[in-house]
């Protein structure tokens, strides 16, 4: 069943008021429940505009999106509740630093889903756990390392029980060391069977998570397969010309 299916979306912007840019040209792609899905593609071939188009927070020029077969991309969809359903995680951790970890994690539960206190900080604590930090509820975000600080932010998206988590570049700005950690839990959420989509450099964890991975240059969707047909035989000229680059 698909949970996440985007249909001819193309995204325009126009720079400067004159010259427009093609961000994403007439791309479709499925997410089917329980899959993980890898976007790769070179730097500004539209992966981040696509992926934000599907909590709307880049408005789609054309094209439809639907998640659990509700259109998004409807001006009648309340956008807020959208946003809730579907986690995000960004190459910046984004983590309120006044707030204990504990708190970052608790406050979306608390304020959107109601939930009391003390439930909260239950379900914030399992998540800590999953993610390997149980130790760290009680810490602020700038007593963490980069890595560390990642995890709280996927615990903290968990917390809302999204229907699917879209990454970007999650590991992109840490450093070396940190990777592998971040790389880890979002292993074991693929494992978990949780709906995946992300945009990752990293060919390994591709290749470990991926039901599939797409191709993307130029605004495009050039090619999409399984990581053994992407990686060991890929059809497009542009894609093997990508990944002689990169592997
Ligand atoms: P990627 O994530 O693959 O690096 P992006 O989706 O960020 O690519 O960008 C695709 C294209 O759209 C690039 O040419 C980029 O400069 C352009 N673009 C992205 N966001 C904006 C924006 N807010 N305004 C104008 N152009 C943008
Ligand atoms: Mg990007």
Same mark, same amino acid.
């Given at each position: 069943?698909?949970?996440?299916?985007?249909?001819?979306?193309?995204?325009?912007?126009?720079?400067?008021?004159?010259?427009?840019? #093609?961000?994403?040209?007439?791309? *479709?792609?499925? +997410?089917?429940?329980?899959?993980?899905?890898?976007?790769? %593609?070179?730097? %500004?071939?539209?992966?981040?505009?696509?992926?934000?188009?599907?909590?709307?927070?880049? =408005?789609?020029?054309?094209?439809?999106?639907?998640?659990?077969?509700?259109?998004?991309?409807?001006? @009648?969809?309340?956008?807020?509740?959208?946003?809730?359903?579907?986690?995000?995680? !960004?190459?910046?951790?984004?983590?309120?630093?006044?707030?204990?970890?504990?708190?970052?994690?608790?406050?979306?539960?608390? $304020?959107?889903?109601?939930?009391?206190?003390?439930?909260?900080? @239950?379900?914030?604590?399992?998540?800590?756990?999953?993610?390997?930090? @149980?130790?760290?509820?009680? *810490? #602020?975000?700038?007593?963490?390392? %980069?890595?560390?600080?990642?995890?709280?932010?996927?615990?903290?998206?968990?917390?809302?029980?999204? $229907?699917?988590?879209?990454?970007?570049?999650? =590991?992109?700005?840490?450093?070396?060391?940190?990777?592998?950690?971040?790389?880890? +839990?979002?292993?074991?959420?693929? @494992?978990?069977?949780?709906?995946?989509?992300?945009?990752?450099?990293?060919?390994?964890?591709?290749?470990?998570?991926?039901?599939?991975?797409?191709?993307?240059? *130029?605004?495009?969707?050039?090619?999409? %397969? *399984?990581?053994?047909?992407?990686?060991?035989?890929? $059809?497009?000229?542009?894609?093997?010309? !990508?990944?002689?680059?990169?592997?």
């Amino acid at each position: 069943m698909a949970k996440i299916e985007i249909k001819n979306l193309s995204k325009d912007f126009v720079a400067n008021g004159i010259k427009t840019v #093609h961000a994403v040209k007439n791309a *479709s792609l499925t +997410v089917n429940d329980g899959e993980v899905v890898v976007i790769i %593609g070179p730097s %500004g071939s539209g992966k981040s505009t696509l992926l934000r188009s599907v909590n709307m927070l880049e =408005t789609p020029t054309s094209g439809q999106i639907f998640i659990d077969d509700i259109e998004v991309t409807d001006p @009648k969809t309340d956008l807020r509740k959208v946003r809730e359903e579907v986690g995000m995680v !960004f190459q910046s951790f984004n983590l309120f630093p006044h707030l204990t970890v504990l708190d970052n994690i608790t406050l979306a539960p608390r $304020k959107v889903l109601k939930m009391d206190k003390a439930s909260a900080e @239950k379900l914030a604590l399992e998540l800590l756990e999953k993610v390997g930090l @149980k130790d760290k509820a009680k *810490s #602020h975000p700038n007593q963490l390392s %980069g890595g560390q600080q990642q995890r709280v932010a996927i615990a903290r998206s968990l917390a809302m029980n999204p $229907k699917a988590m879209l990454f970007d570049e999650p =590991t992109s700005a840490l450093d070396p060391e940190m990777i592998k950690e971040v790389l880890d +839990v979002m292993l074991a959420l693929a @494992k978990d069977g949780t709906t995946m989509l992300l945009v990752t450099h990293e060919m390994g964890f591709a290749r470990a998570a991926a039901d599939k991975v797409v191709f993307m240059d *130029s605004g495009e969707i050039i090619e999409e %397969g *399984s990581p053994e047909e992407m990686f060991t035989h890929p $059809k497009s000229e542009r894609t093997k010309s !990508f990944l002689d680059h990169i592997l």
